[in-house]
Every structure is written in structure tokens, then in C-alpha cells.
């Protein structure tokens, strides 16, 4: 027979949602509960159950948030084969077991050391097993089962925001969506109303109505205007437990803000606006702003002003400033106090978005009357017309009068004026006028063909105030009368050839005039009365403003005559007639038999006719002579040329070397004794230079003594032969000189600011022996002396 043995579990099951654990009577207090036992079977893990009152022997439901100060009591657990000698051992395992769950090993009670919280693990998965102390084995087999926690509502209802912000339009109608709100309970929605979230509103009625199940907000008023109020502040309240009393709540704000919609018409704050504008006002400029208030705001308050009507309709605009949403009113025309001097304008004002819906609420402009006062000031004078145009004739007399202009005073006053002329635009001074009466007359003579239009500026100024003056601009322009003669266009120089026949063609002629011809001018060409009948050519007057000249005769001999001058006369046929006398040059050629020029003069000195024989043989021998008394002298000079002793173009001598030092001046009392540089008698008796063959050709110069410093005389021939001695010395030595040259140098001073002092036939060809490094000055100075000899 097979042996079966149960390990059970004690527990109290009931309804769930009445379920209450306590811990052992030991532990209990009052009504006592009934013991849960779990019983662990050895031939099945089937659970027992009651189907009477629904037991469920392997659930426990375990009350959250304990607050008891001893262990929560859980279970027990119970083997058929523990026998209470102590023998068996209970273990537990699974979620929580050993801290969060602990077991008595001896008897199998669980307990629950810690509070619980359903919301951040609703359900613990554990297993029970009984094993032999002694042998450490199991006795039954692993069971499980599951701790659920029973929810108990401890979480109030949690909003998504802190704060909602929601806006509407103004006047809108009831009912209109605002806003929806959420909240939300961490408690167990399956059990009971601990998570059934009821919405009221606590602040913010009667403006606003909330839906006690969606959380929506709605408007509850009637034509909210955001004139009088535009911001607004609800209170949204969220309750668990479907509101009743005992639930947890939590609340919200919600700003609501009224959005501006055009509901309010533009309104002037006075009827009547008064002004007061010089007549002296600029066209475009502003005279004055008006404003009409809009309690609307943005484009609902934008504003468009016109003028409708009035006496000024034509004289003054309206603009609008889009920033202040102010009228400028500005002048359109120029004010004449002596014309008018009060305007009055009615100006509108209208909303430039009108929107539909509020238009029974009336229009949406308003009007006002704008008075303007033109004030009188002092005019200058006011010329009759903007600018004169005169013509005068070129050959009008000096003082005649050409033209006048005319200016008054348009003030009341009538203050007598005077003219003058700007002479910034008459710098000639070729006008002038009478101050008086503004009679404009000449006052040098005029020539149309240099200058066609004259542009002067008269100015008009108060006798009594010449500050107000203005000004006009007269522009004259000179006609033209024929006072010019006409005449050639270009030099006339032409050829004909020796073999030329009679009434041959040889040039055309035409003519230019400066005057002016309205017709067109026409122009006749003919001979000079003196050239008429003696001439060897003829003239042949085209009748086309053109002439040609032809051959009188078969033959020309340009051994005979070279050159013919052929003297023309043109006249023009304006009045009076004017006429001028040109000439026509003529060089007598040979040709070839085409007509083509070969040459005019090129015989002329090998022909028996030109120059003789003798006279040519004296030429040559006058250039002869010329050539060689050129060489001759050049030979002498170059016998006195200087030789050089030093050839080798290494010698440091021939280098210069620049630093650019400066000296220290008169204040560098480091410098040399300049007075004692001067000494003639601190220099050697004259030593020849080493670098040039001595000569006695020139004497050295003495300059009168002066007193003799020894000292600086011993200190710089020391220093000059310690650089002559020494052969790695640069070219150079600390010797300053200061406006003395010494008495070694033949050739004194090379300075061109004393060359002009001295003689003129000294020879400086020996500076092309010193090397390439003179060759410039040598060029130079050769230069000069090859002029010289010319």
C-alpha cells in the first residue's frame, strides 16, 4: 500500500476585497481570526479547495501599508510528516524570501518585516519546502505559492501639469472648449473607487464650468470682454473614490487668457483739433498729429486715416505712422497767407480689419474737424516767371539793354526790391543789370562762335531786408550775324608734274564758315585780281560750296620754278558779304608717265643750276679743317691723362664703403676738435698721393695760419700710419674731416658747387684709368669737356 503524506498551509481566505491579516493568537487582539494553514501533500501539489466559500489554498492576500510596530503576520506553513519532535525544517524561497519575507523554521510561520506597497509590486511568487533536519533531505515536494497585495487606497489622484495655460477669444459664446485636464491615482483600479477620479471646479466661477468625468473646461459666461478683464485663474479639483467623502484629492491652476478680437471701434477724444501752419511750410512736411483711441490692441487697433472733405481737401494729406497709430497731417501744396489763411478738414478714422461678426455693434470709424491756421511770415521776392529766355544778337553794342526780369515783394507790405547778378555764374562780367528795374544790358562784347548760350542767376532781394532775396536763372543766347569770312579747312599743298597737260586737274578746293546759315551757306571761289591773268593755272568754281584747280599749260619746268603760290578768294552770300583771301601752295614735280610723283627737289644740288663746283669744294675743305682740329685737340688732351700706380681693380682703395653714421654734432663732446681740423699748419708739408703719378702742375693752396694744437696734429698722424702700415685695414680710418679738404689732392675740390668758381680747361680723362668703379664720373665729366670743345 502506498503511503501519501500532506504538508499544509494555514491561512485565512475569504471575499478578497474583505481580506485581513493578523498574526497568531498570540498576536491577536479582539474578534480572533482564523488560522491559515497551506498543507503540502506528498502524492499531489493539488490544492484543496472549498467550493463552498471559494477557499484558494495557494493565494495569500496581504494588506499594504502596515503600520503595526511587529512583524505582519502572513501564513503557516504545515507538513503531514512533521510529527513536533522537531524532525523537519521548513524552508522558504522566492521574491523577498529571507528579507522581505521570513519563515520559523520549526513551526512554518511566515511573517512580513517590512511594509508593503502595492503600487510598486503588487504580487510576490514564493515556494515551501519541508526537508529532514538530520539528513537534509526533502520530505515533500517543492510547492508554490503567491502573496498578493491588497490595494488600500493611499494615493491621491497626481494632475500631468502644475500649471495649464489656455486661451480663448473674448465674446465667446457659451460652452466654448478651453482647456481639458488629466489626473491620474496610483491605486488599484479593479478594486473598489480607490482610482475613480471625479473633477470640480473650486475657483474661477461663474466664467468657467469643468465636466466632472473628462476634466474639460469650458466658458460658463456670456460675452467675456477682455477690455474689462483678460486674465483669469480656475482651480481644478480631482477627488478618488468617485468624489465621496474620505477620498484623496489633488487640485490644479489653470490661467486662461482672453485673446483680443476687434469688437471696438476707433473713437476721436475730441471733435475738433486746431492747427497752425507758416506759409513758409515745405510741401511733405507734418503740421500737426491727431489720435483716435482703440481699446483693441494689435491689428484689431490698426488705424487707416483720410481726409473726406473740406475746404483743404486738395491743400493737405493724412498719413498714418504705424507705430503709434497717429494721423500726420502734412502740407500737399504751398501756403499763401495773402490767398487764405484758414482751411478746415473733416478727417476719418476707420479700423482697417473689421471683422464681421461684431458689426451690429455699429461702425467701426469716427470722424473729427481739423482747423488750420495759416500764419504770415516775410517772403522773399516772387520773380513772375521761373526762368527767363533772351536772344540777343552777337554784334549788339556794349551797354544795350536784351531783356528784363521782373520780382515784387507777395507780402502786404510790398517792400520795394533790388537786382543784382550772382557773379559766381558771370565771372566774365559779360551782363549786368540795373538794380533798379531789373533791365538787363551788356557790358562787353559778345561773340556767338565762342560761346553760343550765356547762364546767369539774377537775384532779387528786400531793400529793407536782404536776407529774403531769391533767385531765377536767365539764359541768353547769342545770334548769329555774318561777321566771320569763310575760309579754308586745311592748308592746301599740293603738286603737279612736269609733264603735266593743259586743263588738267589738280586739286579741289573746298570751304569752311563759322557763322551760322540758316539756308546753308554758299560759297564762290575765284583768283586774286593779281593772279587772274598772269597765273599758270585756272580756278573753276563748282557752285557746290567747292572749286578745282587746273593747268594753264602743257609743260612745267621745276628747274625754272619749284614752287607756285596761287593766291584764292572766297566769298560767302550772307549780308554783309564777307570774303577772304587764301593760297594755295604748289611744287612742281617729276612723274612717271602715270601722273605718280617721283621727286620735287632731290637734283637740285648736283644741277648745273645749283650750287658750283667751287662752292662745294669749300664746304668739304671747311668740314675737313673742323675734323681735324677736333682730333688734334683731342690728342692733346689725352697726352696729359694721369696713369694710375695701383692697376689691380682689388685694391680696397677703389671700395667705398657707406654706414650712414651721423655725428653727434656740436653738443658730442666725444667728437674731435672741429676748430683744430681746421688748422692748415696740423697738416704735413704737402706728400704727393700714391695712387696718381706726382706732378708739380699744381701747387697745393695755404690758407692763412691759425693757432696750432700739437695734440690732435700728433694723434691723427699716428692714427694714419697705423692704417697705412697695417694691409688688412678697411678703406677707411677714424680722420673726420669737416669743411676742409687738405692740400693733397691736384685736383682740389671735385664739388660742383665749386667747379663753377674755377677755371674751366681742367682734365679729368684720367678718372677712365682709375677702374669700372669711376667709369660713371669719368663719363660724365668727359662729357662735359666734349661740350665744351663744341
Not at 510561520?109 to 517590512?114: N, V
Not at 682730333?631 to 692733346?636: G, I, K, S
Not at 676738435?673 to 704737402?686: H, S, Y
Amino acid at each position: 500500500m502506498r503511503t501519501y503524506h500532506c504538508f499544509w498551509l494555514l491561512f485565512w481566505a475569504g471575499q478578497p476585497h474583505q481580506t485581513f491579516l493578523t498574526l497568531l493568537s498570540k498576536r491577536t487582539s479582539g474578534f480572533p481570526e482564523k488560522e491559515k494553514v497551506l498543507v503540502l501533500s506528498g502524492n499531489s501539489r493539488k490544492d484543496f479547495n472549498r467550493s463552498k466559500r471559494s477557499w484558494m489554498w495557494n493565494q495569500f492576500f496581504l494588506l499594504e501599508e502596515y503600520t503595526g510596530t511587529d512583524y505582519q503576520y502572513v501564513g503557516k506553513l504545515h507538513s503531514d510528516q512533521d510529527k513536533g519532535d522537531g524532525s523537519l525544517k521548513y524552508i522558504l524561497s522566492g521574491d523577498g524570501a529571507g528579507d522581505l519575507f521570513i519563515i520559523n523554521e520549526n513551526t512554518g510561520d511566515i511573517q512580513a518585516t517590512k511594509r508593503l506597497d502595492r503600487e510598486e509590486k503588487p504580487v510576490y511568487i514564493l515556494r515551501a519546502q519541508a526537508i529532514n533536519r538530520r539528513t537534509g533531505r526533502p520530505v515533500e515536494p517543492e510547492s508554490e505559492f503567491i502573496i498578493k497585495i491588497h490595494d488600500i487606497n493611499d494615493n491621491e489622484p497626481m494632475f500631468t501639469k502644475d500649471i495649464y495655460n489656455a486661451s480663448i477669444p473674448e465674446m465667446s459664446d457659451v460652452g466654448t472648449f478651453v482647456v481639458q485636464v488629466t489626473a491620474t491615482d496610483a491605486d488599484d483600479p479593479t478594486y473598489g473607487n480607490s482610482a475613480k477620479v471625479v473633477y470640480s471646479i473650486l475657483q474661477g466661477q461663474p466664467y468657467f464650468s469643468v465636466e466632472s468625468e473628462t476634466g474639460i473646461i469650458k466658458t460658463a459666461l456670456l460675452n467675456m470682454d477682455r477690455e474689462n478683464r483678460e486674465q483669469y485663474q480656475v482651480v481644478i479639483q480631482a477627488k478618488d473614490m468617485g468624489g465621496q467623502m474620505g477620498g484623496l484629492s489633488g487640485t490644479t491652476t489653470v490661467n486662461i487668457t482672453l485673446t483680443d478680437v476687434n469688437d471696438n471701434p476707433p473713437r476721436f477724444p475730441q471733435s475738433t483739433y486746431q492747427f497752425r501752419a507758416p506759409e513758409s511750410t515745405s510741401p511733405d512736411l507734418p503740421i500737426g498729429r491727431i489720435k483716435a483711441n482703440d481699446a483693441d490692441v494689435d491689428e484689431n487697433a490698426e488705424i487707416e486715416y483720410s481726409i473726406t472733405e473740406g475746404d483743404g481737401y486738395d491743400m493737405f494729406g493724412i498719413i498714418t505712422d504705424k507705430d503709434t497709430q497717429e494721423g500726420i497731417i502734412t502740407v500737399k501744396k504751398a501756403l499763401d497767407f495773402e490767398n487764405k489763411n484758414l482751411y478746415i478738414l473733416k478727417v476719418e478714422a476707420t479700423n482697417t480689419h473689421v471683422d464681421p461678426r461684431f458689426l451690429y455693434l455699429g461702425p467701426f470709424k469716427d470722424s473729427a474737424t481739423v482747423r488750420i491756421q495759416v500764419e504770415d511770415v516775410d517772403e522773399p521776392p516772387v520773380f513772375s516767371r521761373p526762368a527767363y529766355i533772351i536772344e540777343v544778337k552777337e554784334d549788339v553794342p556794349i551797354n544795350s539793354i536784351i531783356g528784363t526780369v521782373t520780382a515784387q515783394d507777395p507780402d502786404a507790405a510790398k517792400n520795394p526790391v533790388k537786382y543784382s547778378v550772382d557773379r559766381h555764374t558771370d565771372m566774365d562780367r559779360v551782363f549786368n543789370i540795373n538794380s533798379g528795374n531789373g533791365s538787363i544790358f551788356t557790358s562787353k562784347p559778345l561773340d556767338r562762335e565762342t560761346l553760343l548760350w550765356h547762364n546767369i542767376t539774377v537775384i532779387a532781394a528786400e531793400i529793407n531786408n536782404p536776407k529774403q532775396s531769391s533767385r531765377v536763372p536767365v539764359f541768353i543766347k547769342v545770334l548769329d550775324v555774318n561777321d566771320n569770312a569763310p575760309e579754308f579747312p586745311m592748308f592746301y599743298e599740293t603738286f603737279v608734274c612736269e609733264n603735266a597737260k593743259a586743263e588738267q586737274l589738280i586739286q579741289t578746293l573746298s570751304a569752311v564758315d563759322k557763322d551760322d546759315s540758316f539756308s546753308g551757306h554758299q560759297f564762290s571761289f575765284s583768283l586774286a585780281p593779281e593772279a587772274a591773268s598772269s597765273s599758270n593755272f585756272t580756278l573753276q568754281d563748282n557752285r557746290d560750296n567747292t572749286a578745282g584747280i587746273f593747268t594753264r599749260k602743257t609743260r612745267y619746268n621745276r628747274h625754272e620754278m619749284s614752287t607756285y603760290l596761287l593766291p584764292v578768294v572766297i566769298s560767302d552770300n550772307d549780308y554783309p558779304i564777307q570774303s577772304s583771301t587764301e593760297t594755295v601752295t604748289i611744287r612742281v614735280c617729276a612723274c612717271d608717265h602715270r601722273g605718280k610723283m617721283l621727286s620735287c627737289n632731290a637734283e637740285a644740288l648736283i644741277h648745273p643750276t645749283g650750287l658750283s663746283t667751287g662752292a662745294l669744294i669749300a664746304i668739304l675743305l671747311c668740314i675737313i679743317i673742323l675734323l681735324v682740329t677736333v682730333v688734334l685737340f683731342a690728342a692733346l688732351r689725352r697726352q696729359r691723362k694721369k696713369e694710375p700706380l695701383i692697376i689691380s681693380k682689388e685694391d680696397i682703395r677703389d671700395n667705398i664703403v657707406s654706414y650712414n653714421d651721423e655725428g653727434g654734432g656740436e653738443e658730442d663732446t666725444q667728437a674731435f676738435d672741429i676748430g683744430t681740423l681746421r688748422n692748415p699748419e696740423a697738416i704735413d708739408d704737402n706728400k704727393l698721393r700714391r695712387d696718381i703719378v706726382p706732378e708739380t702742375l699744381f701747387m697745393p693752396r695755404r690758407t692763412a695760419a691759425v693757432r696750432d694744437n700739437t695734440d690732435v696734429r700728433d694723434f691723427i698722424n699716428q692714427r694714419l700710419k697705423e692704417n697705412d702700415i697695417d694691409p688688412t685695414a678697411p678703406p677707411y680710418d677714424s680722420l673726420a674731416t669737416y669743411a676742409y679738404e687738405g692740400n693733397g689732392s691736384v685736383a682740389e675740390s671735385l664739388s660742383s658747387l665749386e667747379s663753377v668758381t674755377t677755371d674751366g680747361d681742367q682734365d679729368y680723362d684720367y678718372l677712365s684709368d682709375w677702374g669700372p668703379r669711376f667709369k660713371k664720373l669719368a663719363d660724365m665729366y668727359g662729357a662735359m669737356d666734349s661740350d665744351k670743345d663744341c
